[in-house]
């Protein structure tokens, strides 16, 4: 049996992982990281990077499409086809560029890479199955970042016609018809780039609304689109289970019904990754299935830190990333603390949705008094001459000092102006900060600095 000992053990190379190996390789610390799969975890395998190349593959050709039958620019095209099969084979290769690229730069930090399945074996050891035998990894300081996995409903496991969102993001063909149980953001934004691809799309949603996360508002134009496209959306609905091409399921009224499905997707949530390796073992606290952190991610156990999706919500690649980078710090003994104001979310449904900070619900809820400026997209120059004019942006403010508290859009690439709402408040901008900031013409972010402007009651626009 091999053996290597080592300052640090990272388990897990998703974007928590190896943001954390490459920063403490960095900073000079003899690292080790261990992956069962491949680098770059769920968000560059079958993730974040592989659903947004397909939905960026069904936009172009729903434009496409569209400009065939509905035509006011003056172009002319002939009916186009979708070769899905092609599309994964591009998708995959953006995916396998990257993986080497996080491989090169774990190399370039001077990481050393295991391949397998890590067990531990008492909190600072652990046995990896690797190809060559078994490895035994030593390590002073542990982090686990092994993530989350799709959960299943037990009336719907997945295999055969019934998928998980990773199968989904590899289908050779585009199903005919196809049911999204779950109406979250992983359900709608699969769901809207198969009703794009020319699939016949159903969304069975148990709570009264999709995206329940959000408040009505941010959903009203997803949800409208959502009908543009033909997608049926049926709200307070439960799936029962698959038989005979149909999924059966329960409606809001107590009522049965067969909706037709060639494939069921299924999108209810994940759940971390802490079975079946030996974690059960060493009885770290736990918040219901998450690994219990604090402000510096170190868990119950001394010298044994958790990050990313294993932590709990908001499960999201950029929190896990920055979870890693600041516990790599610490190992290398520098002084930090988790001071995150705001963590963007971004929803790339059609049209986007982007959230940073607090709704004016969750602001009032919290004992504010709150200013609100919205500024509606069709008020907005470059809305109208990219032909995506539904959606708008929103300024939450304090009532008494300005001081912005939460910011949101909805509206057509909205989710490169998550930049601006963090470092806004990152920055502890006032709303004044925010209006007095020349914002580029013609351009979408000039609705957030309406939105400002408007707060503070002098919108120029509207
Ligand atoms: P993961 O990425 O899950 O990585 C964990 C790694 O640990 C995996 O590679 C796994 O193989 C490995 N591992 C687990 N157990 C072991 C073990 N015992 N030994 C060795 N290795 C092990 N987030 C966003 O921010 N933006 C998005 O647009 C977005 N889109 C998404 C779309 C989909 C379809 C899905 C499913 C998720 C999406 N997410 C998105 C969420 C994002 O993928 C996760 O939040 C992120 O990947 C979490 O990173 P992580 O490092 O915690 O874990």
Known sequence: MKEIVCKLLVIGAGPGGYICAIRAGQLGVDTVIVEMTKAGGTCLNVGCIPSKALIHAAEEFDKVRHMASHNALGITVEAPKLDLAQTIR??????????????????????????????????????????????????ETVVIATGSEPVALPSLPFGGAVLSSTEALSLASVPKTLAVVGGGYIGLELGTAFAKMGAQVTVVEAMAQILPQYDADLVKPVAKRLN??????????????YAGEALEIETSSGKGERIAADKVLVTVGRKPRTEGWGLEELDLD???????IDERCRTSMRGVYAIGDV?????????????????AEIVAGRKRTWDKRAIPAVCF?????????????EARAQGYEVRVGLFPFNANGRAMTTQSEDGFVRAVARADTNLVLGLQAVGAGVSELSSSFSLALEMGARLEDIAGTIHAHPTRSEGLQEAALKALGHALHI
């Open 90 to 139: 591009w998708k995959d290769g953006i995916v396998g560029r990257l993986n080497s690229g996080v491989l090169g730069l774990l190399r370039k930090a001077k990481v050393k890479i295991v391949h397998g399945r890590a067990r531990f074996r008492d909190g600072k050891t652990v046995e990896v199955e690797t190809e060559t035998g078994t490895q035994v990894i030593r390590a």
């Open 228 to 241: 543009d496209l033909g997608v049926r959306v049926m709200t307070g609905a439960k799936a029962k289970g």
């Open 286 to 292: 736990r918040v219901g299935r998450f690994i219990r």
């Open 311 to 327: 932590t709990g919500e908001p499960m999201l690649a950029h929190r896990a990333m920055a979870q890693g980078e600041m516990v």
């Open 349 to 361: 449904t059609d049209p986007e949705i982007v959230t940073a900070g607090l709704s004016p619900d």
